[in-house]
């Protein structure tokens, strides 16, 4: 049993071990391999975004990780029918719903659900109906939440890239005023019964903030921790983000 279960879960996104992988089109680093890693050192789970232009996750990534793993999949995909096929055949633990556009060179907002609450509530149905958790990325908004919420999502998964960015750029009081407003929103959300997850550019400077919302219960992080990896190893780089929100959480 994997002794944090019962605390603040971590899931460790493995996306940018295949970058590296992929810059030279070789098979190593291989992100499965990454993923044990992470399981070894304490994670909870393990995040993979099959993109549809496969830029780091391979389809043979997720097949391989489905195979190996013995933590929870959450695969991150678009509201495509390409990937709803794909996870309806694999049926990972969760499925994490998010915005995708070819041009951009990661996640850079949270998913429009309330524009598109018909098309989604239909699309996350089946998926539901596998036994896969829904999760939806969705900005910290009261109108995406409710929104998430009458679709049948379990789950939301706030953005903390903007809260990120302004930390990164010395922007404290715009910083500190989305952190009061993700802070609300994960009250909210738990208010009508979504489990809240939180995710995306946390570090070890942000990571304490987020990780002390009493309604969070999963952080997945990916980015910082494969980078972090090249200097400090993965198993210690993932065991100081397990510090850092352990220590938030107490």
């Not at 990780?65 to 969760?94: C, G, K, S, Y």
């Not at 609300?184 to 009508?192: D, I, K, N, Q, R």
């Not at 850092?244 to 107490?250: G, P, S, T």
Request: net charge negative.
């Amino acid at each position: 049993m994997n002794p944090n279960a019962g605390s603040l879960r971590l899931g460790v996104n493995i996306d940018h071990v295949a970058t590296v992988r992929n810059a030279r089109g070789s098979a190593y680093p291989d992100p499965v391999r990454a993923a044990k890693l992470a399981e070894a050192a304490g994670a909870d789970g393990i995040t993979a975004h099959l993109r549809e232009d496969r830029r780091h996750i391979s389809d043979a990534d997720i097949d391989a990780l489905m195979d190996q793993l013995t933590v929870p999949l959450n695969f991150e995909m678009a509201a495509t029918a390409e990937m709803q096929a794909i996870a309806l055949r694999h049926r990972p633990h969760a499925v994490c719903i998010v915005p995708e556009k070819r041009e951009e060179r990661t996640t850079e907002g949270g998913l429009e659900v309330a524009r598109e609450e018909n098309r989604l509530a239909h699309f996350i149905a089946p998926l539901r109906e596998a036994g896969s958790r829904v999760s939806i990325f969705i900005a910290a908004d009261a109108r995406q939440i409710e929104a998430a919420h009458r679709i049948g999502a379990q789950v939301i998964e706030l953005h903390t890239g903007a809260y990120c960015d302004f930390h990164a750029e010395g922007r404290f009081d715009e910083r500190d005023a989305e952190l009061a407003r993700m802070r609300e929103m994960a009250g909210f959300a738990h208010s009508l019964g979504l489990e809240v997850h939180a995710g995306h550019g946390l570090t070890y400077d942000t990571v304490q903030p987020v990780a002390a919302f009493p309604e969070v219960m999963e952080l997945n992080i990916g980015h910082f921790l494969i980078g972090e990896a090249i200097f400090l190893g993965l198993g210690p780089a993932i065991a100081e983000m397990r510090r850092l929100m352990d220590e938030a959480r107490a």
